[in-house]
């Protein structure tokens, strides 16, 4: 377990629920990896992520899933992608990560709390 946080500590973590609206493989990756865009709603838009999620989903599995993100971490380049937002997720037993989303849909840009 981490070290405890203050309340004020985790409000300042936004994760936010979006919609990805296109996947596609990322071969310039170290590892292997997706290039996705993922539509976070009227306020926030629709920002660039690279996730290493190809042993549980395909680009075509990933095209309308809603997904989990920080969204206000700064950008970080990624190769020739420009990750704009962390998505994410959990390691399965074997390592590979399985994402972290909504059981039912909600709007995009709904924040966590």
């Known amino acids: 377990m981490s070290d405890e946080i203050s ?11 979006g919609t990805i609206v296109e996947a596609e493989d990322f071969p310039e990756a170290r590892k292997p990896a997706y290039r996705l865009k993922i539509d976070f709603g009227p306020e926030i838009g629709v920002k660039k992520s690279s996730a290493q999620i190809t042993v549980h989903y395909t680009p075509e599995t990933l095209v309308g899933r809603q997904i989990m993100a920080v969204v206000n971490f700064p950008p970080r380049q ?20 399985v994402l ?11 924040r966590l709390h």
Do not use: H, Q
């Open 78 to 97: 990624i190769g020739p992608v420009r990750s704009e937002v962390l998505t994410l997720g959990f390691a399965d037993d074997a390592g590979a990560v």
């Open 100 to 110: 972290a989303g909504v059981d039912k849909p909600v709007a995009n840009g709904s």
């Open 7 to 17: 309340f004020d500590d985790f409000l300042k973590v936004d994760i936010r629920v």
